[in-house]
């Protein structure tokens, strides 16, 4: 039976990262055998599992509520802690405390299927794009092709780019390819997958035409894919900018600025950014809130416009740029203004303006 003892820090985050991936109270398979308990859990769509070094004095497997592990270990202080089956129990102990876990009679389900390597990226660079990208999709259940990330190789690069209608964050990372990929991959579970991937060094990525995957030393997650044709001309034109200013000017000061006129932008957090000369100028009023100015250096080129946008969107396109100068690239009209770097073009972000009132 069962009977392992795991330093309790690395085993408590285990076994919270597999519950943020499945959130659901179901099961937690442990396995331990060959110097390593093995955290595993599966939904039928989604798999994950993670793997910590311990002392394993008895192999073997055992089934528990995954919140419930994920509570107890959490709350332990004490630097290791023993698992071990006694009877019908997981017992979790530490010097001088003893808990108790129901075992579940029955297992959990199956893992889904681990597709075959497509390639490999850089775990950091994976995870800073894709969490942005994914914060650009949908979560609006309605419309599924909306609440997912395209991710699609081309050469050496691994493109992300996901869209709500309102607004759009694109980037692309190196690659080592084996394969190719063309998936639409859930926007949150790509999110959370690539934070967990995002300590590893290399992290694999697998696919085949219904599964989309990342594995890297010590954990990985399989997910199923979202079915439906994504509309490809569409967001090539979108994609297409054309302005007619470029504004340069620092992220953290362009969004302290938005995040303070927010609070004066009514129901709908509604901002005005105007372009004047060297320099930008935030509005917003509201007749019970009030009204609030403010002005951030910035570098002009182009005409002198004026757009209104909602706060919150900008605040999204404004914060993979903290630390650094960000590009507005305003184009004609109700346009997608694009949000992108000084120096590269990895990542772009577009917000779609609003009438001016």
């Known amino acids: 039976m069962l009977d392992v003892t795991a330093s309790t820090g690395p085993l408590a985050k285990a076994a919270a990262r597999l519950c943020r991936l499945l959130p659901a109270r179901a099961g937690v398979l442990l396995r331990g055998d060959r110097a390593a308990l ?14 910590v070094p311990a002392g394993v004095a008895g192999a073997g497997e055992v089934v528990v509520a995954r919140r419930g592990l994920a509570e107890t270990l959490a709350g332990l202080d004490a630097p290791e802690v023993r698992l071990a089956v006694e009877g019908s129990r997981l017992a979790v102990r530490v010097p001088g405390a003893r808990f108790a876990l129901p075992t579940m009679g029955g297992s959990v389900p199956p893992p ?7 390639g490999e990226v850089d775990g950091a660079a994976l995870r800073a794009a894709a969490v942005t990208v994914a ?5 609006e259940p309605a419309l599924p092709i909306f609440t997912g990330v395209r991710v ?6 691994l493109a992300l780019l996901a869209t709500d209608r309102y607004q759009l964050a694109s980037a692309s990372v190196p690659w080592r390819a084996v394969g190719a990929v063309d998936l639409l991959v859930p926007a949150p579970v790509l999110a959370e997958a690539a934070r967990q991937a995002g300590r590893a060094e290399t992290v694999v990525v697998r696919a085949d035409a219904d599964l989309f995957g990342l594995t890297w030393p010590g954990g990985g997650v399989v ?20 302005p007619e200013c470029v504004v340069e000017a620092d992220a953290d000061a362009l969004a302290g600025a938005v995040e303070r006129a927010a ?4 129901e709908h957090g509604r901002v005005t950014v105007q372009v004047g ?10 007749p019970l809130a009030g009204e ?3 002005t951030v250096k910035a570098a002009v080129q182009g005409d002198h416009v004026t757009r209104c946008y909602q706060a919150r969107l900008v605040l999204d396109a404004l914060r993979p740029f903290g630390g650094h100068g960000v590009v507005l690239r305003i184009q004609p009209d109700l346009r997608a203004t694009e949000f992108t770097g000084p120096a590269a073009e990895e990542l772009r972000y577009l917000v779609v303006p609003m009438r001016v009132a």
């Open 38 to 51: 093995r955290l595993a859990a599966s939904d039928g769509e989604l798999s994950a599992w993670f793997e």
């Open 112 to 118: 889904t299927r681990v597709p075959e390597p497509a």
């Open 135 to 139: 914060g650009a999709a949908s979560r």
């Open 152 to 157: 699609r190789s081309a050469g050496d690069r």
């Open 223 to 242: 997910s199923a894919t979202l079915g439906g044709a994504y509309p490809d001309v569409h967001l090539d034109r979108l994609l297409e900018v054309r």
């Open 263 to 266: 609070r004066y932008g009514g």
């Open 277 to 286: 000369d060297g320099a930008l100028v935030i509005r917003a009023s509201d």
């Open 292 to 294: 609030a100015e403010e």
